[in-house]
């Protein structure tokens, strides 16, 4: 997987709240140094539950949230 995909803050924290998404703090360090080679564009601070795959597995993934907009 080479996607980057990037939530926005509403998405995020509606993904959190149904933990579905979270900050990598939750993971070990073995899968952020992983993550980290397989997707150089990941800014390493949050993962989520993929879409269900053809047999409805759902798999941990790298995702970017959106910045916080500047007032």
């Keep these: ?3 980057n995909l990037t939530l926005t803050r ?3 924290a ?3 709240h149904f933990g ?3 900050t990598v703090t ?3 360090e073995d899968t952020i140094t992983r993550w ?3 997707h150089p564009q990941w800014k ?3 993962w989520s539950y993929s879409d269900p795959d053809r047999l409805g597995a759902r798999f941990l993934r790298p995702i ?3 910045p916080r907009t500047k007032n």
């Design 20 to 22: 579905a998404a979270g």
């Design 14 to 16: 509606t993904a959190e």
């Design 26 to 28: 939750a993971l070990g």
């Design 1 to 3: 997987m080479t996607e």
């Design 44 to 46: 390493a601070k949050h």
């Design 64 to 66: 970017n949230v959106e």
């Design 36 to 38: 980290r080679g397989e």
């Design 10 to 12: 509403t998405e995020f």
